[in-house]
């Protein structure tokens, strides 16, 4: 046995880290490094012992190879799925198939033990259902390293995409005392006692004394700030959390989620639809380029997934949805256009649809779907809505019935960006909001960008939990968030 510990240390302390991206695209053999990571699995033969390392960089592990005459006995039986080590050691040319290089090991430091009996990761398939139960480890497999550096770079590309094109990253407040938005759906922020708030003589909790001196509550969209800003910088975007206490269970909700909000002066609807279109293609094109390694295993994932299903429910590979998606014209129709269209379908005749068509209705995600999957089996904006199904600020059109709105459709998502031109004179905002019960004295800055230098001016939300699901193929909004809120749930 030789004893390396204090010769490993030294050389330790001279060689700079090397990631194990760097290493397997530019490493050569001969190249003495040094690498630190956890355990993915470790296969023992005879004489040696491999290691799968990996350290977050890259999706591929490094293969390190241990001989067993070299080492301890129990250092090596400590390196178990799970625990970090720090090695040195010599790249060879890899005698396995699947990647070029791997590493000889000199001298191999344990940093932290993983107890096999204890660490809930092994080196299997778990259910998404299991490893969202441990989402403080789910970052140690390779669907959630591949969704979050896919998560991380569809970050970096948006701010990107706007810094080139002239927007500014405009940061609008997180706790509000608007709700002219929230329509009872805003989580409360209160510094006021929960059982023995001070009261009013009517026996109401006094807000004149909470934190604020009124009532706050966590924001569900930063666009009335952001309008503020578009009406002196010109095109300004918002990217930050936003808050929903809306209990709605589904696979593409939560009740804190991040949202990109662009505003734009001097935007009428066209210009907003074809910002929209071009900002979509701009980040999948981004991930194709960019994430191609992490999306070949999300799309081999996919398949797997999928096996079971009969043919036609298949989905498309996920790397030909997304250059499908990047290259097609997205169809745009108004959503008068789009009731006609389910009213003569085959799911609406047969009755097979589970909510109601009609002039007026909200559409559901199935009608959404419908559109875009199987009508027009590309993207799909619906524009112009009744005005009574969406917001007081959009800007109203002629025909007195409906809104300058645009909602941008996607397959599997249903609608992944809502947006609109926006209400621009005085007197039609101030009689909208009073029809709508909006306390117009409170939202008296809003109504001041109307009332010194108004003019055209747009904007639209994207979900960035909805962009991530549509571009990892991920099924569930909690597998595409770190740590989810839904309702009942905010572990970790
Ligand atoms: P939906 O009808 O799907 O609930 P919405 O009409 O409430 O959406 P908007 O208020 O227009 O959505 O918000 C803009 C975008 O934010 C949506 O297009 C969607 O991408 C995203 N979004 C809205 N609600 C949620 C949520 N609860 N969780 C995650 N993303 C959301
Ligand atoms: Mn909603």
Redesign the pocket.
């Known amino acids: 046995m030789r004893n390396k510990s204090e010769q490993g240390e030294q050389s330790r302390r001279k060689m700079r880290r090397l990631k194990i991206k760097e290493i397997l695209t530019t490493g050569q053999p001969g190249d003495k490094i040094l690498v630190k990571g956890w355990v993915r699995t470790k296969r023992e033969s005879k004489n040696v012992n491999f290691i799968a390392l990996n350290d977050g960089s890259v999706i591929h592990n490094l293969q390190v190879v241990a001989d067993t005459s070299v080492y301890d006995a129990k250092l090596l039986h400590d390196i178990n799925s799970g625990a970090a080590l720090s090695v040195t050691g010599v790249l060879a040319e890899s005698q396995g198939s699947g990647q070029r290089l791997e590493m000889i090991a000199e001298d191999i430091m344990i940093l932290g033990k993983a107890d096999p009996d204890r660490y809930p990761i092994q080196p299997k398939k778990h259910s998404l259902e299991f490893l969202r139960e441990n989402a403080h480890l789910r970052f140690r497999t390779n669907t959630f390293g591949a969704v979050f550096r896919i998560r991380h770079a569809m970050a970096f590309a948006i701010h990107k995409y706007f810094n080139e094109k002239g927007f500014y990253y405009l940061h609008t407040p997180i706790i509000t005392a608007s709700d002219a ?1 929230g329509a009872g759906q805003m989580f409360r922020v209160t510094t006021l006692h929960a059982q023995n708030p001070p009261l009013t003589e009517d026996g109401k909790p006094d807000f004149t004394r909470d934190f604020f001196g009124k009532p706050t509550n966590l924001t ?2 930063g666009q009335l700030e952001g309008e503020l800003g578009a009406m002196a910088l010109g095109e300004i975007y918002t990217f930050g959390p ?1 808050f ?1 206490a ?1 209990n ?1 269970n589904t696979t ?4 804190e ?1 991040w ?1 990109i ?1 662009p505003e734009m002066a001097f935007y009428d609807l066209k210009d907003n639809m074809d910002l929209a279109e071009e900002f979509l293609k701009y980040l999948i094109d981004y991930a194709l380029i960019n994430c191609s390694d992490d999306l070949q295993f999300l799309a081999e994932r996919l398949k797997q997934e999928e096996k079971n299903k009969p043919m036609n429910q298949r989905s498309m590979d996920l790397l030909e949805k997304l250059s499908f998606v990047s290259q097609s014209d997205f169809v745009r129709i108004t959503y008068t256009e789009a009731i006609e269209i389910l009213k003569n379908s085959k799911p609406y005749k047969k009755n097979a649809f589970q909510f109601p068509v009609d002039w007026g209705i ?1 559409l559901q ?1 199935e009608h959404e779907r419908y559109l875009v999957e199987k009508h027009f089996q590309r993207p799909v904006i619906l524009t112009d809505y009744p005005k009574e199904i969406k ?1 007081f600020y959009m800007k109203q059109n002629d025909d007195g019935k409906t809104v300058r709105a645009m ?2 459709l996607f397959p599997q ?7 609109s031109q926006r209400e621009e004179e005085l007197e039609k905002l101030e009689k909208r909001m009073k029809e709508m019960n909006i306390p117009i004295e409170e939202m008296w800055w809003y109504m001041d960008t109307r009332r010194f230098g108004s003019a055209v001016h747009s904007g ?8 991530i699901l549509f571009v990892t193929g991920m099924g569930n ?1 909690r597998d595409v968030i770190a740590f989810p809120r839904t309702p009942k749930y905010a572990e970790f």
Not at 252 to 255: D, F, G, K, P, T
Not at 413 to 419: A, H, W
Request: hydrophobic residues 45%; without cysteine.
């Open positions: 938005e569900v969209s936003t929903r809306e709605s593409r909700h939560l009740a989620f949202m909000e909200d995600s917001a909602d941008v998502i249903g609608e992944i960006i809502g947006g639209f939300g994207l979900g960035f939990e909805r962009l909004i």
